[in-house]
């Protein structure tokens, strides 16, 4: 699925230094696509470009929260690759607290990385999306994008409201030709957030990590956790064009929780 050398994209990934952002910058070098991995981590960005050693990657210094620094990210992309056809904004952060210990910089923080960042980006690389002729953008939801949670009311409000701005910014960029998509993962483990998430849930229930993994593997229609490859997979399906004429669409990577009962005691 897009290995297409002739026609190669480039794209902009925020959040591109670690996790799903990461993953998905080599899957794309792989497939012959010029990729720029914009990120606040210095250091994890550093590491990121030693690691995937490749002439088609640029780094950029990239926060989501700053429309500055969101348009110079673009305009980087611009001159260097002449031009951007893909956004993926896999930005974000998280944090567990129970409700009345929220504070406001909390509050701010997960809504301005992972809302307001996505709006960001997005205005900024509209331009250049509606110019390609064939732009698409993938946000990341979650599953606390469709069901309440509790824990983590701002990131719930946060990715609630990315499904809303999915569907918004798909309607205004139609008629140019991009398309705008979400990618809805349940909880992966390994990356950074999932890391900070699993040792949150040994804080707070005492289990071991082992555990915590095998039992939300146990709530999961098809009875594993979902891997990176996974999420991966369902971010290059939306940049194919085979899935040109879908806009608008969250896409649920959860091995049917969101969507069917298992079958119980038999
Ligand atoms: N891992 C999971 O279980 C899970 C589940 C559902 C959704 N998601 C979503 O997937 C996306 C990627 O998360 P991940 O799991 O790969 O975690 P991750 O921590 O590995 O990656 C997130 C990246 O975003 C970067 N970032 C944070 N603030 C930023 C800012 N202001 N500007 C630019 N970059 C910034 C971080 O430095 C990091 O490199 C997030 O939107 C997250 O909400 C993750």
Not at 39 to 44: A, H, K, N, T
Not at 46 to 73: G, M
Not at 98 to 116: F, G, M, P, R, S
Request: aromatic share 4%.
């Amino acid at each position: 699925m897009l290995d297409n050398r002739s026609n190669p994209r480039r794209a902009l990934v925020t959040g591109g230094a670690s996790g799903f952002g990461l993953a998905t910058a080599q899957a794309l070098l792989d497939r012959g696509h010029q990729v720029a991995i914009g990120d606040v981590d210095s250091r994890q960005l550093k590491c990121a470009f030693q690691t995937l050693k490749h002439p088609d990657l640029l780094p950029i210094e990239l926060d989501v929260t700053s429309r500055t620094s969101a348009r110079d990210a673009v305009e980087t992309c611009r001159t260097r690759f002449g031009g951007l056809d893909t956004l993926i904004n896999s930005a974000g952060v998280i944090h567990m607290t129970a409700l009345e210990e929220i504070t406001e910089e909390e509050w701010d923080h997960v809504i301005d990385v992972d809302l307001k960042g996505t709006f960001l980006c997005s205005q900024a690389a509209a331009p250049l999306l509606r110019r390609s002729g064939r732009g698409r953008i993938i946000n990341i939801g979650s599953d606390a994008a469709r069901i309440g949670c509790p824990q983590i009311v701002p990131y719930c409000a946060a990715k609630f409201g990315v499904v809303g701005l999915t569907k918004s910014l798909a309607a205004e960029l139609a008629t140019d030709g991009v398309t705008v998509n979400c990618v809805s993962p349940v909880g992966v483990s390994t990356t950074g957030m999932g890391q900070f998430v699993l040792r949150r849930k040994i804080e707070l229930s005492g289990q071991t990590p082992e555990d915590i993994v095998a039992a939300t593997a146990a709530e999961v229609p098809l009875q594993r956790n979902p891997t990176t490859a996974d999420i991966v997979n369902a971010i290059l399906f939306f940049l194919a064009e085979e899935s040109a004429f879908l806009t608008g669409v969250v896409l649920d990577v959860d091995g049917g929780m969101l969507s069917i009962l298992p079958v119980r005691g038999t």
